[in-house]
RNA sequence: GCCGAGGUAGCUCAGUUGGUAGAGCACUUGACUGAAAAUCAAGGAGUCCCCGGUUCAAGUCCGGGCCUCGGCA
């Protein structure tokens, strides 16, 4: 059972090796592996956080669920050994879980290996998490209300997306610029927070950078192969047993409308359930999404890049990044 | 061999009474502050199977050819 491996691995609290703690208790250092999804981010990172003293903060949106392990590529039960990790498994699939409370974790699990002298890792290829932990993102104290955003749907789909986003301008003309009025979702969303808050999103929307000394490493590869490792990644979930998964979720009692299933690898499974579509649609659905969502992650990074490190993933031997963590570490207060 | 259907974007197809082509998906790109593996947007792309004919004008009509699929022999 990998959750029970995970939850192990996140309780073990190695003892701290003095070699690469940090020596400035100003500045954390903060080690960032990023890049799109099945780049190899995973096993890097083990590699480098077994060679100097590291525990991994995960930085991905769905990893978080637990009984969700095939389709999310989590990590295996013998890596999440090899080193510890943190923020996998740790809601239900049926759980909301949000970019606040991501923040939040995260800010806690790095504070936390600093406090115990070990280096935090922090990987992943959520672009919106990395950011909003990496610039500080002061997010709005609004949580979610489904009641209101319910209402807010069912009045964009009586009076059109149009008559909502008007709405929105009533009270945010800055946020109704910025979001495309057929962006049903975004819209909710800020007038959610100016009709609970009467202050207008973009007028909460901060930035804080956190205290901490980072180096940002971005694994990728030239598109095509990135793409032929995806599709034999997917092929190598369906032989793991990719679809006994899912009927477990959903014998469980988690249903298609949970948030855990709208992701990858799960919510192309509904139609062939359904008796619609055959496996082969299922595993080429499933091939197809992957690669619009790593050029959407590709996006993100080129969008939100404050000097991250590119390295051909084909062409960087483990030991060359941890070479170049090693160097960094050394440099601190240079 | 005969009968029928069809050959239009990478794929599946739509193209009204003839006026030099569209849709979905793919592909590429962009947005993104409590659903983010979500959600939304933009863009490029086609010798309309070939040859000939009718016409001011043919993807569309006529003739011939090639190919594919189905049925019958």
């Known amino acids: 059972m990998p959750t029970t491996a995970a939850s192990a691995a996140r309780q073990t609290a190695p003892a701290p090796a003095p070699e690469a703690a940090p020596q ?39 990893q978080v669920y637990r009984h969700m392990d095939i389709g999310t590529a989590k990590p295996a039960p013998d890596e999440l050994a090899a080193a510890p990790h943190h923020l996998i498994d740790i809601v239900t699939p049926d759980q909301h879980y949000s970019l606040a409370e991501y923040q939040r974790a995260a800010y ?50 009586a009076q059109g997306a149009r008559a909502l986003h008007d709405r929105l301008r009533a009270v945010d003309p800055t946020a109704a610029r910025r979001i495309d009025y057929r962006n049903i979702r975004r819209v909710v969303r800020a007038l959610e927070v100016s009709l609970l808050t009467g202050a207008p999103i973009s007028a909460l929307q901060r930035k804080s950078p956190p205290p901490y000394r980072v180096l940002q490493i971005g694994l990728t590869l ?23 998964e899912v009927r477990a979720l959903l014998d469980a009692g988690y249903t298609w409308d949970c948030p855990a299933m709208s992701g990858l690898g799960y919510a192309q499974w509904q139609p062939h359930f359904a008796g619609d579509a055959t496996l082969d649609d299922v595993a080429d659905a499933i091939k197809r999404e992957t690669r619009a969502f790593v050029r959407r992650q590709y996006t993100w990074f080129r969008g939100h890049d404050s000097g991250i490190r590119w390295l051909d993933a084909a062409q960087t031997a483990p030991d060359v990044v941890i070479g170049m963590v090693r160097d960094w570490l050394n440099d601190e207060g240079a």
Not at 25 to 38: C, D, E, H, K, S
Not at 142 to 153: C, F, I, K, Q, T
């Open 24 to 62: 400035s208790p100003a500045r954390v250092p903060l080690v960032v592996i990023l890049g799109p999804t099945a780049v190899g981010k995973t096993a890097l990172a083990i590699c480098v956080a077994s060679a100097l003293n590291g525990e991994i903060v995960s930085a991905d949106s769905r």
């Open 222 to 244: 030239p598109r095509e192969a990135l793409y032929e490792r995806i599709d034999a990644r997917v092929d190598r979930m369906i032989a793991a047993g990719l679809e006994r």
């Open 108 to 157: 806690r699990a790095i504070q936390d290996i600093h406090a115990r002298e070990r280096l935090p890792l922090l990987v992943g290829g959520t672009g919106q998490y990395l950011t909003a932990v990496l610039e500080g993102w002061g997010i709005p104290e609004v949580p979610p209300d489904p009641s209101l955003r319910a209402e807010l749907e069912d009045f964009a789909a």
